[in-house]
């Protein structure tokens, strides 16, 4: 499958060198027929076809490595590093944070804002509504991310585009991005996680508008202690050269925190 060769920060060097090969064997039989005084029209319909599926395959490239569906916040679904299960308070691995941000396994015994039973994320693999064009993925996994002590707390990252995309695809207002996460909270509580994602130019500097998901208060879940699959997209801002992706979490009830997230993700598609 073509897929194959375009995953990840691979995709673009794996186009170039496939479509380096079809062109070398292309160019192989233009010499072959060269040095041949017996060719005919059949051999340079061969060559035609073969130049036609370099072409080809540089179109079907492009878009497989837009349309790569993989997620570049990295450490999204709270699976890196360690979770707390008795109490403990790691912080968020690779992420930036402030605060007792927590990954909590849901099989903790002690911070039991989510466990495995409640409503949330459950099949290991992207979800794609092609009818909507709504992506989020649905991996519980082992743990999620949780405000920890204190009035509020947050955790943020940024993340490179170039190191995903051509930033042609993004000056021609070509690449879309989709936000996506798992949002929710305990029972009756209105404690809270509110995601965002910025766009900055290389300066740094935003540029275009805020993007919000959440928050997901008690009455948003019926009082229900779940997460709550949240998505939004749009057209990536021209300019745009980082995506800074960020959470605040809010404590209403104290001391802990039960706003909850798990799988966020920002993907890039044509």
């Not at 909590?104 to 992207?126: C, E, F, H, I, M």
């Not at 989709?178 to 300066?203: E, V």
Request: charged share 15%.
């Amino acid at each position: 499958m073509l897929s194959s060769y375009c995953n990840g920060d691979r995709c673009y060097a794996s186009c170039i060198i496939i479509q380096t090969k079809f062109y070398f064997n292309d160019n192989d039989d233009h010499d072959h027929d060269n040095n041949n005084d017996n060719n005919n029209d059949d051999d340079h319909d061969n060559n035609n076809t073969a130049f036609e599926q370099v072409v080809l395959f540089k179109y079907i490239c492009i878009i497989l490595c837009l349309d790569f569906n993989i997620n570049v916040v990295r450490n999204g679904d709270a699976e890196t590093g360690p979770c707390s299960v008795s109490g403990e308070l790691p912080g968020p691995s690779i992420w930036n944070y402030n605060g007792n941000v927590t990954q909590v396994s849901y099989d903790s015994t002690v911070l039991t804002s989510q466990n495995r039973a409640n409503p949330g994320p459950r099949y290991r693999k992207p979800i794609i509504f092609h009818a909507y064009n709504v992506l989020f993925f649905s991996d519980r996994g082992n743990c999620y991310f949780c405000g920890g002590y204190g009035a509020v707390s947050s955790m943020w990252q940024t993340v490179n585009l170039s190191h995903y995309i051509d930033l042609y695809y993004i000056d021609n207002q070509i690449a879309k991005y989709n936000l996506s996460a798992w949002i929710g909270g305990y029972a009756d509580q209105n404690d809270n996680g509110a995601l965002s994602l910025r766009f900055l130019d290389q300066f740094n500097q935003i540029i275009g508008s805020v993007v919000a998901l959440g928050p997901v208060l008690a009455a948003d879940r019926r009082n229900i202690t779940k997460l709550v699959p949240c998505q939004t997209q749009g057209v990536i801002p021209l300019g745009t050269y980082f995506f800074k992706i960020e959470v605040v979490y809010t404590t209403v009830i104290g001391p802990h925190n039960n706003g909850n997230i798990d799988n966020i993700a920002v993907t890039i598609y044509p």
